[in-house]
Structure formats: structure tokens, C-alpha cells
């Protein structure tokens, strides 16, 4: 069974820091990609960033140069920093890992962003 954990949301400020991480654990094996969506209130899931095995990223435009995506494989884990947050960024953020052709999603973590 496989599980992933994500931890890090919160309530900043405009213009404030967050770093989320999602860590997988249980029988998950030969992860390929890992990437991060959002979903704002009565909106669709979207992309945010993604980074593949090679440690290859993409970004939506609306968070290019202020937010980081990066991978730790030897704890299965996978970062987004958040910098220079606004408050349309308030969404709940959830995390992705594909391995062996499946994708696997977190629980969701809320990132309120105050004016």
C-alpha cells in the first residue's frame, strides 16, 4: 500500500514563504515523476510544477521564479518552495508521484495567502 504524506501548508502573508513536502512511503518503486497541483475554490486542479527522474522541471507561468520544485530520492520525497506568495495562490496543493506507470496523490495541504 502505498501512501503519501504531505505537510507544510499554513497561513502567511502577501509576499510571504512556505515550503511543502510530500513524502511516499509503502511499496512504491521505481518513481518516475513528481509534481504538484493546486485547486483553488470552484476551480479545476492545475498544474504547478512537476520534475522528473532526470531532476528535468516545468513550471505554470503564473509561479515561475518564485517557486522551486526539488526531489529527494533517497527519502522518496519531493519540496516546493514557495516564495513571494500571493493571494491568488491560495489553493489546497496537493502532491503526485507516478511509478510504474501509476499515479499516486496526497491528502491535500491548504495554503492561504493573506492580502
Known amino acids: 500500500q502505498v501512501r503519501l504524506v504531505e505537510s507544510g501548508g499554513g497561513l502567511v502573508h502577501n509576499g510571504g514563504s512556505l515550503r511543502l513536502s510530500c513524502a511516499a512511503s509503502?511499496?512504491?518503486?521505481?518513481?518516475?515523476?513528481m509534481g504538484w497541483y493546486r485547486q483553488a475554490p470552484g476551480k479545476q486542479r492545475d498544474l504547478v510544477a512537476v520534475?522528473?527522474?532526470?531532476?528535468?522541471?516545468n513550471y505554470a507561468d503564473s509561479v515561475k521564479g518564485r517557486f522551486t520544485i526539488s526531489r529527494d530520492n533517497a527519502k522518496n520525497t519531493v519540496y516546493l518552495q514557495m516564495n513571494n506568495l500571493k493571494p491568488e495562490d491560495t489553493a489546497v496543493y496537493y502532491c503526485?508521484?507516478?511509478?510504474?506507470?501509476?499515479?499516486?496523490w496526497g491528502q491535500g495541504a491548504q495554503v492561504t495567502v493573506s492580502s
Open positions: 503526485e508521484v507516478v511509478a510504474a506507470y501509476r499515479a499516486y
Open positions: 520534475i522528473t527522474s532526470g531532476d528535468s522541471t
Open positions: 509503502g511499496s512504491i518503486y521505481n518513481i518516475n515523476t
